[in-house]
């Protein structure tokens, strides 16, 4: 420690927020090292912790580790740095806390795994190790460029009627047990061999959780292009706080380095309510629901790091600029989307998913409610076949609801009313999918033009899960070229809708000859 010249002392300790003497020159956002204990598990003198105020005479310090281990009159070490975590190319497949430290206690991982520590995926011609410092400046508008290139979920419900761009921001929201952990998850997965890389930062999430979730990925191959920031429940406050900024830092250094990365935040609403410990031991005047008046500032200072940057061809060819795309989960009480932070996460991002606890208990999943979603970008990150097919797909749903409150009042219907609700009933059934079963472009297309344009209006309900599975593998056994020029164009010309509905016709008929047979 012979550079660190500049010490300090405890003043006073409490419940992990530090009042420390001596460092003048101390600044927000710095690492400071604290002397204390030694521990059976850890023979290190030190901890870490964050300058987070400054007063006259006295810095204001979180500890980020070792509450038990530090006491008063303790030293305190600058270290001129501010807060940040050591990021590379191997980090892809990492379980890391805020601070780039491997958590290693899961025993989820198999030998394989373990052994094939390098990632090959994604090549890369300068894959230095760099700093990044946690509480970096968005990137200027200059550098920007418009959100017009979209980014797949896999969800029918979500690419056909709330369409997501690279670089864009969109709040997934809802109640308890609504299916948003189970929506990033997919979203996750459907990057694979996509050439987008994800960042899954989970807050205050209980550790069993984090196991589960990191099973799930490594189970379907989703881990290599992928790397969890985790501060669980029993991790102090400080480390919760960082976990957010510690996800945008990492894919920052990605970005840089040309990558499309998306940035998973599991949820804002465990973050702030770690940012809301910290600052009441910190006697800072609570305001609305006791949160401080700049957790609004907490939250948009990471989201805004969120870019789809310029794209720039050198002198050799090379295209540089890449994009970072946040969805960040903030958690509702029944279903009031009024609260203090889901109100604050809504006006900072570019749309929101709405998750509905009765859509969910209805046996709808995803459980989206396409009434209160929206994405501010719209059609703008929307493929051209998409937009073909899901231009009447929101009217189709909203006519269809409208009708439906009305229908249950058992009046007599004119055919129109009847016919709407046919189908409207149909589209509903179509829009559901199991997890971790994402639908490609071509997959999507198919189905939803099918059910648009009236092909599975003489299938029955229960049979429309069976149909659409059936569907798609009937068109690729004999209409592989039709799927291979929408998948490459992302496009149809006149000419493949009107060979898209000769298919569709030939396997309506061969669809109802084998239900036939079969009953």
Do not use: W
Request: with cysteine; hydrophobic share 40%; net charge neutral.
């Amino acid at each position: 420690m012979s550079h660190l010249t500049e010490i300090g002392s405890v003043l006073s300790l409490k419940d992990g927020i530090l009042s420390v003497v001596g460092l003048p020159k101390a600044f927000v956002g710095e690492l400071l090292l604290i002397s204390g204990k030694k521990t059976k598990s850890d023979n290190r003198a030190t901890y870490r912790g964050l300058v987070v105020g400054l007063q006259e005479t006295v810095v204001e310090v979180v500890l980020l580790e070792g509450i038990t281990e530090v006491f008063g009159n303790a030293k305190v070490f600058r270290t001129k740095v501010p807060v940040g975590i050591f990021v590379n190319y191997n980090t892809l497949g990492s379980v890391i806390d805020p601070l780039g430290e491997p958590i290693r206690d899961l025993h989820i991982f198999s030998s394989e795994v373990l052994k094939s520590k390098k990632k090959t995926f994604f090549p890369v011609s300068n894959p230095e190790t760099m700093y990044q410092a946690l509480f970096n400046n968005a990137p200027d508008i200059i550098s920007r460029e418009p959100v017009n290139t979209p980014l797949y979920t896999g969800y029918k419900a979500v690419d056909a009627l709330i369409p997501i761009g690279l670089g864009q921001r969109e709040l997934i929201i809802g109640d308890r047990k609504t299916g948003k952990t189970a929506m990033l998850l997919d979203i996750v997965i459907n990057q694979k061999d996509k050439g987008v890389l994800c960042v899954y930062v989970m807050t205050g999430q209980k550790k069993a959780e984090l196991a589960r979730i990191c099973k799930e990925l490594e189970e379907r191959d989703s881990l290599e292009h992928t790397i969890i920031v985790s501060a669980d429940a029993s991790q102090p406050a400080g480390m919760q706080y960082l976990s957010v900024y510690a996800g945008v830092s990492i894919a920052e250094y990605f970005r840089k380095n040309n990558e499309n990365v998306v940035v998973l935040f599991d949820d804002y609403t465990k973050h702030a309510d770690a940012y809301r410990q910290m600052s009441l031991l910190l006697r800072r005047p609570p305001g609305r629901e006791a949160f401080p008046g700049d957790v609004f500032y907490l939250h948009s200072r990471a989201l805004e790091r969120s870019a789809n940057m310029k794209k720039e061809i050198d002198e050799d060819g090379n295209i540089s600029g890449g994009s970072v795309t946040a969805f960040p989960v903030v958690e509702t009480q029944g279903g009031d989307v009024s609260g203090y932070i889901a109100t604050n996460v809504i006006s900072i991002t570019d749309g929101q998913i709405f998750l509905d606890k009765i859509y969910f208990n209805k046996g709808i999943r995803p459980a989206v409610n396409v009434g209160l979603s929206v994405s501010r970008v719209g059609s703008a990150a929307q493929s051209a076949a998409m937009k073909k097919v899901a231009g009447t797909l929101k009217l189709d749903l909203a006519q269809y609801r409208e009708n439906a409150a009305f229908a249950q009042f058992g009046s007599d219907l004119d055919a129109t009313t009847l016919a709407i609700l046919h189908r409207g009933s149909r589209l509903i059934e179509l829009l559901k999918q199991k997890r971790f079963n994402p639908f490609s472009l071509a997959q999507q297309v198919i189905v939803l033009f099918a059910g648009t344009k009236g092909f599975f209006d003489e299938i029955e309900i229960s049979q429309i899960s069976d149909a659409e599975q059936k569907v798609y593998s009937f068109l690729s056994t004999y209409y592989s070229l039709l799927i291979g020029e929408i998948e490459l164009t992302e496009d149809f010309s006149r000419e493949t809708e009107l060979s898209l509905r000769d298919a569709l016709a030939a396997f309506l008929v061969f669809y109802k000859k084998s239900v036939s047979i079969y009953n």
